[in-house]
């Protein structure tokens, strides 16, 4: 019963946090210039509204942020599925929903009515600031449902769902394979179908003078406190950090208790391997957004791991 309440109540400050200088943003249309790349994504969905096809419109979007040229190499390129859902369903209700379904998935995951509770302020700055463009949340939202689906053995369901997540940004495959290691027979598909569809991708960017990677050595070991301090200011002693303290307690109940270690490793390969790319100077602050790839699934997870199940 508290649970439902819980539930129903952040359902409600969903539609309350509903941000209308937002809303008009998404509805605005762009000239040839502009900053920020969630506004040459918004960019690239007018465009392609206007009949252009993806890659066409994702270039000249790109372009318009960096004063008509654009030279990408893979990681500068996003694929297709976001933006043409984009195009079709408008933005701000569809994210609306997402988060709704995001709220009672995490529960599922944890039958934990903390989950939902610590998650909701995080989620709350993808609705007040043009981010909600940044196609790692979306991602984050397809994760979230297949972990929900995995964990109730729904594997056919959950693979589509990492699938979907995949294509959403390429990345989470690093929480998705070890979720799916002990399974790794049952969706081994799923990754097939993935690497076809990613291949077709790649063919298409490469159309467009795209090269492999570039090298970037200009972050360091800060980065990483950057991406802690993502979303922190949505939180109470938003400034002491209160999400870096909730990944230690949090990593340091497993390491003791070792239980449910799902719900550990939907979270802690991401923030190893953005650890390893800070320390090596690979990314810097302009990342910090990486931290959408796992700390919603750390937030979830917490309760499940530091406190028993409300169920037990």
Not at 210 to 231: E, M, P, Q
Not at 299 to 312: D, F, N, Q, R
């Amino acid at each position: 019963m508290i649970a439902k309440f819980v539930i129903l109540f952040i359902i409600l400050q969903i539609f309350l946090a509903t941000d209308s200088k937002i809303v008009n943003q998404l509805n605005q249309p762009l000239g040839k210039e502009y900053t920020t790349d969630m506004r040459a994504f918004l960019k690239t969905v007018q465009l392609m509204q206007n009949g252009d096809d993806f890659y066409p419109a994702f270039f000249e979007g790109m372009a318009g942020l960096r004063a008509g040229s654009f030279h990408p190499d893979i990681n500068a390129w996003r694929q297709p599925f976001i933006f043409y859902l984009w195009k079709f369903i408008p933005i701000y209700p569809l994210w609306q929903l997402f988060l709704v379904l995001i709220i009672i998935a995490s529960y599922l995951v944890t039958k934990n009515t903390l989950s939902p509770i610590i998650l909701w302020p995080y989620l709350h700055y993808s609705l007040v600031d043009l981010t909600i463009l940044q196609p790692e949340w979306w991602g984050m939202a397809f994760l979230v449902f297949g972990l929900c689906a995995h964990i109730y053995k729904k594997h056919r369901l959950a693979g589509i769902l990492f699938v979907v997540s995949l294509m959403c940004r390429e990345l989470f495959i690093i929480p998705i394979f070890f979720i799916t290691i002990p399974k790794f027979k049952i969706y081994f598909k799923f990754y097939l179908l993935f690497f076809v569809y990613y291949v077709i991708h790649l063919f298409n960017i490469f159309q467009f003078n795209t090269t492999w990677f570039r090298d970037s050595s200009n972050g360091n070991w800060k980065t990483l406190h950057s991406v802690f301090a993502y979303g922190s200011w949505e939180y109470i002693f938003g400034v002491y950090r209160p999400i870096l303290l909730m990944f230690v307690i949090t990593t340091a109940s497993f390491i003791i208790r070792r239980k449910n270690a799902v719900l550990f490793l939907s979270y802690f390969p991401f923030f190893l391997f953005t650890a390893v790319m800070s320390f090596a100077g690979k990314i810097d602050a302009t990342r910090d957004y990486w931290s959408i790839y796992f700390i919603p699934l750390l937030l979830i997870s917490a309760p499940g791991l530091i406190v028993p199940s409300e169920k037990t």
